[in-house]
C-alpha cells in the first residue's frame, strides 16, 4: 500500500521531469526568504537554549534542531542564490557559553526553551504547508514539502520528550453544549 509521502513524492517527481524553469514568482521568491529567515532565527534560538540548560535530553534534541535548521537553511540559501535572490539579514551566530555562569533571571528553563522550540518547529511546519501549496513551479514545492516533512518528523521526537517531561502546555478542553456524558 502506498504512504501518503510516497504518492506525495511520486506526483512531484512525476511533475519536475518535464517541467519548464519559469522564474520564480514574487510569492515563491518571498516564501523562500521568509523560511530561511525562520531557519536562521530558530538557529540562534537554539543556541541560546544550548548555552542555558544542563539537561542532556535538552540538549539532545536542541542539536538535533540546530543540525536540521543549518541543513534546511544552506539548502535554501543554494537555490536562492542560483534564482537570484537576496538572502535576508540575519542575526549574529552566538559564542558557546558556561550555562551555570549564566544568572538565574535571565537562564531559560527547560520546559521554556522546549515550548519555544515547538512553537519555531509549528511555525515552520506551516509555512513549508503553505508555501507549498501556494508554488507554482515543482520545484519549489518540493524544496517545501521534504522540509516540512522533515520538521513533521523532528516535531514527533519532540512531542514525545515534552509529554515525557510533562512540558506540553494544553489549551482547556472544549465540551460542546448538548454532549452526552459517558
Known sequence: MTTLFEAVK?????NMDNEPKNPLHVGEAMSCWLYLTLM?????????????TTDDD?????QESLHQCDVQGQRFKEFMKKEGIHLPPTSEQRPNSDPNGVPLGVKLTDDEIMNGLSIKT?????TCASSASQSIRNDV??????????????????????????????????????????
Open 40 to 52: 536562521d532565527e530558530a538557529a540562534i534560538y537554539i543556541q541560546i537554549g544550548l548555552n542555558t
Open 58 to 62: 535538552v540538549i539532545s534534541i536542541l
Open 141 to 182: 514545492g518540493a524544496l517545501f514539502t521534504q522540509c516540512m516533512l522533515e520538521k513533521m518528523k523532528f516535531g514527533s521526537n519532540l512531542k514525545n520528550l515534552m509529554r515525557k517531561r510533562g512540558w506540553i502546555k494544553v489549551p482547556p478542553y472544549y465540551y460542546p453544549p448538548g454532549q452526552p456524558k459517558q
Open 122 to 126: 509549528v511555525a515552520a511546519i506551516t
Open 10 to 14: 511520486d506526483f512531484l517527481q512525476m
